[in-house]
């Protein structure tokens, strides 16, 4: 409605549903970087394991020929909560250790 290019209106739900999976994955991965490189602990890798593994099923989910319109909402609303939590996760590791 508001005229901006979108993955889904340029390529269509399929190929949006993998950039959804790729994306989420590569910052998974770099998410726990943090940990080898000295910045955060062992609780925060905790943190970010279960969030960032949360948020890469969902995305696994996405990847499902005959997805719902449900799994949309759940990706997005996961990708919402995911920053705070990883955020406050680092945080209270600092705090911790």
Known sequence: A???????????EEPARFHAFLWTSLLFSVSLLLVPMGVAGSFYFLVASLVGGWLVFLGVV????????????????A???????????????????
């Open 79 to 97: 990708s919402v909560v995911y920053v705070p939590v990883l955020t406050a996760g680092l945080m209270l590791d600092r705090l911790l250790g």
């Open 62 to 77: 996405g990847l499902e020929p005959a997805v719902e319109e449900r799994w949309a909402k759940r990706f997005f609303l």
């Open 2 to 12: 508001v005229g901006a290019p979108t993955v889904p209106s340029m390529l269509g």
